[in-house]
């Protein structure tokens, strides 16, 4: 019996070891078969967390962030042991003593979901089990995906330490509200870093994790305060915090940004615009997109935040201007439907979410604003961020008479005399406020709309090219292409300084006499007849008078002695193009390019000849604070001494490319101050320092352009309909973008001065007759006197006249002589033509120039 009883016992052990080996086989075994070519967890340790790029001003102010995931990398040692508590009580208690997995915590889900029969199926991963689904699996609940991620974390756990893995985890999880870790979500929901969060607060991210968009804030508040309750009860059981404590903390309310009762860190970021999307637009294009949106690049912006409002007020006054004095209302692209409107918090909300631009500022801000009745002439309006009263807001009839309705089939109406005949109930249109000029107090509101007519302008400093303000529309928000940078147009006239560059550095002075008369080319497309702005010819003329007044005939003449192929090499060695066409049309700017081309290229006029490589930025640094980009590559070998004598600044050496030479430049410059002080921009460009520049207006005023300088800052502007059409009669560079650049640069100098431009040395001064191009005596003064600077050793040859080979002229007389005549003279062109030359031009009858 007894050996009966041993037998059947020792059968029992037998299966039972045997049964147990079979089990431990098998798992064995399918961990074995399971855990070949899984992803290696060692490059966990090597893994940068894709992070915000974000942009400072050059005071160090963050003006923008790019992202594609929302991630403040913060490392193990900055975060506190708070927060770490509290993910650690919500997701993983037992952390600090399992080895990448919990068997009690499977047990326990296993023992739920055989209770539940499946319908309480809940997970049992640790932290370390969620960094490898997160970092190196997918995210589905198959028991295959499961067995992996053991694996995995199990051999993370021999990897890495706890604190490493923690890292990882905080820094990865998404926690809702486009918010990557904890660092990025303590700011999303609360505007604190981390070392300031409050332990309900730590615990309100804690819980997070299980389902952010479960747990909204505002949405799902009374779940995710039972649920941030739920993590505090258990910070206390696991010791993280005392009994009084967790009381307190339970009975604080749940407060969130999202809830108003923190103020956003969106909120000191001021409105995306132009200059930084065009950072990232050209960083893109360097780096490449991926590291630019996760790579956490600091990137240090060349913008004057000072100038730069200054810069998209002026563009801003110009476009509107122009558009409210054409007189015509275009159709609200955006409606409201009238059920949205039956209540203030129902129109409110569809309001906010209407797709309309709220970055303008033109006169105080520009406010979204729907219409919500029409009675009286009048209309009642409900305003974003602006609170009703007792009256109400109203849109008043003698505020809309200047204009006439357009609709989108681009029919005209007849001119308002009440708001109804402009606008319908449901309208969302912009509105401003219409403020006193005595006391600033409030008058009543006023409509305003985008300008369809749109521009850019760029303003940088001359001998660095640091771009320190760029608008490229009306509104960012309204239209995001850059017209400063992509927009390719016609210069027109603001081009002739190239040509004229190309002659002064071929020999030609000035002083040099060009016939001014008319030309006939016969082209592929037919018989080209240029012509000049005002329709007249003067005759043979000095080349100073010719950029000051912009005339055509002289240019082309100009172009065709110079050689259009030196003209081409001249615009493509100043970066104008690329590789410019040499037909002779060109020459009067028919080619298009772009503002931010045309600027940069100015700019090498003004510093004297030396290239300038434009940039909107300063420095890049990558995520660890190495630079990457830096613009500025002069070389300072002082900078390292620390045995200057006091007063003595170091010597900053330049090795900037000479593309001009320096007597060149000056004299150019000389000659384009005459367009600022006596030519086409004389009656809108107005500074207190020395100015040059030169005016552009194209055919038809399709284009208009003005890029000018001082000594040490560059600006242009250029306005024209993104669909080309002309802008009117009347419409010229010096009359609309003279006043832009004259209003920028009035407060340009007063933060930045302005000087003489410098002589070049190698010259000398000698005083001619502006009309004539004589030589006058150095005692010689008046209206026609100007001193020109001409290169020593050079003797200038006067009276010397070019025709550009175009066989006429020989007869003609000078410009002043034609001047004396008010009848002008008959004159022979080459086809055998009379036409008739002179008489001199008056102010009346001048304009920019262009494609003529």
């Known amino acids: 019996m007894f050996r009966f009883i041993l037998s059947f016992l020792g059968g029992i052990f037998t299966t039972i070891t045997m049964a147990i080996g079979m089990v431990a086989l098998t798992v064995g075994a399918v961990f074995w078969v399971y855990g070949r070519d899984l992803p290696s967890h060692e490059s966990l340790a090597q893994y940068s967390p894709p992070t915000i790029s974000r942009i400072y001003s050059g005071q160090g102010q963050i003006i923008d962030e790019f ?67 997160n970092f190196l699996l997918s995210g589905d609940r198959r028991a295959e995906r499961k067995i992996k991620e053991i694996i995995l974390a199990a051999r993370l756990e021999e990897t890495l330490s706890k604190e490493k893995i923690l890292e990882l985890y905080l820094n990865e999880i998404f926690l809702g509200q486009n918010s990557y870790g904890v660092a990025a979500a303590a700011q999303t929901y609360f505007n604190k870093p981390l070392i300031d969060l409050e332990p309900h607060e730590a615990a309100f991210l804690a819980s997070l994790p299980k389902a952010p968009s479960d747990y909204h804030p505002v949405r799902q508040k009374e779940r995710l305060l039972a649920r941030r309750n739920f993590v505090l009860k258990e910070m206390m059981e696991n010791g993280y915090i005392t009994t009084a404590a967790y009381e307190q903390e339970r009975n604080a309310p749940l407060r969130s940004v999202q809830n108003g009762d923190f103020e956003s860190f969106k909120e000191i970021l001021p409105p995306r615009d132009y200059f930084t999307d065009e950072i990232r637009r050209q960083l893109s294009e360097d780096f490449g997109e991926g590291e630019f949106f996760t790579g956490g690049l600091t990137v240090r912006a060349t913008i004057d935040q000072e100038m730069q409002p200054i810069a998209a007020e002026s563009l801003r006054r110009e476009l509107e201007a122009y558009d409210r004095k054409q007189g015509i209302f275009r159709e609200a ?36 604003a729907v219409v919500l009745s029409l009675g009286g002439g009048n209309a009642r309006i409900g305003i974003e961020n602006v ?81 320190i303000a760029m608008q490229g529309g009306f509104s960012y928000q309204s239209s995001v292409f850059n017209r400063a940078t992509q927009a390719r147009r016609q210069p027109g006239s603001s081009f002739k300084p190239f040509v004229y560059a190309s002659a002064l550095d071929s020999g ?40 000051e007044r912009s005339r055509n005939l002289m240019t082309i003449r100009l172009a065709q002695e110079v050689g259009m192929d030196v003209v081409a090499r001249y615009a493509e060695r100043f970066g104008v193009y690329d590789n410019m066409g040499t037909f002779l049309a060109n020459a009067l700017g028919s080619e298009e390019t772009t503002l931010y081309r045309m600027v940069a290229a100015y700019a090498m006029f003004a510093n004297g000849g030396e290239r300038v490589q434009p940039t909107l930025v300063d420095r890049v640094q990558d995520r ?28 900053i050496v330049s090795n900037r490319e000479r593309v ?193």
């Open 333 to 368: 692209r955006v409606k409201i439907a009238p059920e949205e409107l039956g209540s203030e918090e129902a129109w409110r909300a569809a309001l906010s979410a209407a797709k309309i631009a709220r970055d303008i500022e033109l006169d105080g801000p520009w406010y979204p």
């Open 508 to 547: 030609y002075t000035p002083a040099t006499i060009i016939v001014d008369a008319p030309i006939e080319i016969d082209t592929p497309q037919g018989l080209w007849r240029p012509r000049n702005a005002s329709n007249e010819f003067y005759g043979p003329t000095p080349l100073r008078t010719g950029i």
């Open 67 to 133: 992202a594609t995931e929302r991630r403040l990398f913060a490392p193990a040692e900055t975060i506190p042991d708070l927060v770490k508590q509290a993910f650690i009580s919500a997701e993983d208690k037992n952390f600090y003593e399992h080895d990448g997995y919990d068997l009690r915590g499977i047990g326990a889900a296993a023992i739920d979901a055989v209770r539940s029969r499946g319908q309480d199926v809940r997970g049992a991963s640790t932290i370390t089990q969620q960094v490898m689904k």
């Open 387 to 467: 609170e009703d009263d007792a009256e109400g807001h109203f849109v008043a009839a003698r505020d809309v008479t200047w204009a006439r309705k357009r609709s989108r089939d681009g029919k005209t109406g007849p001119k308002a005399d009440a708001v109804s005949d402009l606008l319908d109930v449901g309208d969302v249109v912009h509105v401003r406020a219409i403020t006193s000029d005595e006391d600033g107090s409030f008058v009543r509101w006023s409509l305003r709309q985008v300008p369809e007519v749109q521009g850019g302008f760029v303003a940088m400093d001359v001998n660095t090219g640091r771009v």
């Open 660 to 852: 001009m030479d320096p007597i060149t430049a000056y004299q150019l410059t000389s000659m384009m101050r005459g367009v600022v002080e006596r030519g086409t921009a004389s009656r809108t460009v107005n500074l207190p320092v020395p100015t040059a520049g030169k005016t552009g207006t194209t055919n038809d005023a399709k284009d208009v352009w003005f890029v000018g300088f001082t000594s040490n800052i560059v600006a242009g502007c250029y306005i024209g309909y993104d669909q080309p059409r002309g802008l009117g009669r009347g419409a010229s560079g010096g009359g609309m973008c003279g006043p832009v650049f004259q209003r920028f640069m009035q407060e340009a100098t007063k933060k930045y001065g302005g000087g003489p431009f410098e002589i070049p040395p190698g010259g000398r001064f000698i005083k001619i007759d502006r009309f004539t191009g004589a030589r006058l005596g150095d005692e010689a003064s008046g209206e026609a006197v100007v001193a020109e600077y001409f290169r020593s050793g050079e003797e200038p040859i006067f009276g010397l006249m070019y025709d550009g080979g175009f066989a006429m002229g020989a007869d003609l007389p000078l410009f002043e002589e034609v001047g004396q005549s008010q009848q002008g003279q008959q004159v022979t062109t080459s086809t055998g033509d009379t036409v008739t030359v002179g008489p001199n031009a008056g102010f009346g009858t001048i304009s920019s120039g262009g494609l003529y």
């Open 624 to 651: 660890y604070g190495k630079t990457i980009y830096r613009h500025d590559d002069r070389y300072c070998g002082d900078c390292a001494e620390t045995g200057l004598r006091p007063g003595v600044a170091p010597k």
